[in-house]
């Protein structure tokens, strides 16, 4: 190879180099697959990377996160309602909840078909729907310490990927909407 095209190639260099050569941060792990099939776990640091043939599927966020029913409202918004769930007796109550929760295994958090977060949202109005399906409104207003420990339970055992440090029920309200079948 002569001086003129190493010359015209050097300033592709850099751009090989980042190809090649990737840095994942802190906090996170990437999950990376060849082919379309899941190849290895990248921690944080310098990784080196098959351009064209690897392709990074997902980055998992470890650091812990929070599921919160309603989610905050911008402030030129009204305030949003939380989620709506059938009582055994056909009327309506509303959830206001918190989870916090962060990811233990990356791989298999990474393969939820919406992602982690979707996954547990899902899966604690999953459980809600059911718990709440079977109570009548009334105790379903003042039986909220039960509902955080079934809930609680019910996303530990059904989420072996992530761990859930905190679920709590801040409240649980009549709503005047009847429920829809």
Do not use: C
């Not at 059911?130 to 609680?152: H, K, Q, V, Y």
């Amino acid at each position: 190879m002569d001086i003129d095209a190493m010359t015209a190639l050097l300033p592709l260099a850099p751009l090989a180099v980042h190809m090649v050569l990737r840095r994942v941060p802190e906090g996170e792990v990437w999950i990376l697959e060849r082919r379309g099939r899941y190849r290895r776990t990248l921690a944080a640091g310098w990784h080196l990377v098959v351009p064209l043939v690897d392709r990074v599927k997902a980055v998992v966020d470890l650091a812990g996160q929070m599921l919160l029913w309603p989610p905050v409202a911008a402030y030129d918004t009204p305030t949003p309602t939380g989620d709506l769930f059938p009582a055994g007796d056909g009327r309506t109550v509303e959830v206001r909840l918190r989870v916090l929760w962060r990811v233990t295994d990356p791989v298999v958090a990474a393969y939820q078909p919406d992602g982690p977060a979707k996954a547990i949202d899902a899966l604690a109005e999953a459980t809600l729907r059911r718990l709440i399906a079977d109570l009548p409104t009334e105790t379903a207003l003042s039986s909220r310490g039960d509902l955080d420990r079934a809930l609680s339970t019910a996303l530990t055992d059904g989420a072996h990927w992530a761990e859930v440090s905190n679920v709590r029920i801040s409240e649980v309200l009549p709503h005047p909407q009847p429920a829809r079948s």
